[in-house]
């Protein structure tokens, strides 16, 4: 694996680790969406994950990363829709995907 790849995922994975940080052990969907800070630091997380990701596969193609281009495709709608981001999407994106793409990302760098 190219070095620039291993630092993507190393990226990737300080991102959602970031994101866990902010929101702790309680993960209040309501604390979160009354907190604009908040929610804007998860979105740059989420911004950062996509963009690694999206460089990881101009990269090294063979390197297989589950649901990769909604990861992308999700980096563009919080940046280019900016005004239109749900929170409930980033809430489920935040708490049932994130988990997922963590372990992916380990295992990756384990290799």
């Known amino acids: 694996m190219k070095r620039e790849v291993k630092k993507y995922l190393y990226d990737i994975k300080i991102s959602i680790e970031s ?13 979160y969406e009354e907190n604009k ?14 963009e690694a990701t999206n460089r990881i596969l101009k990269i090294e193609r063979e390197i297989v990363i589950e649901n990769a281009r909604k990861i992308v495709d999700t980096r563009n709608w919080v940046i280019h829709a900016y005004d239109s981001v749900d929170n409930t999407i980033i809430w489920g994106i935040v708490t049932i995907h994130l ?9 990756l760098l384990e290799k």
């Open 19 to 31: 994101i866990n940080e902010y929101l702790g052990s309680e993960r209040d969907f309501f604390k």
């Open 37 to 50: 800070i908040l929610r804007r630091a998860v979105e740059r997380e989420i911004e950062i994950i996509g």
């Open 99 to 107: 988990p997922k793409l963590l372990i992916e990302v380990e295992q």
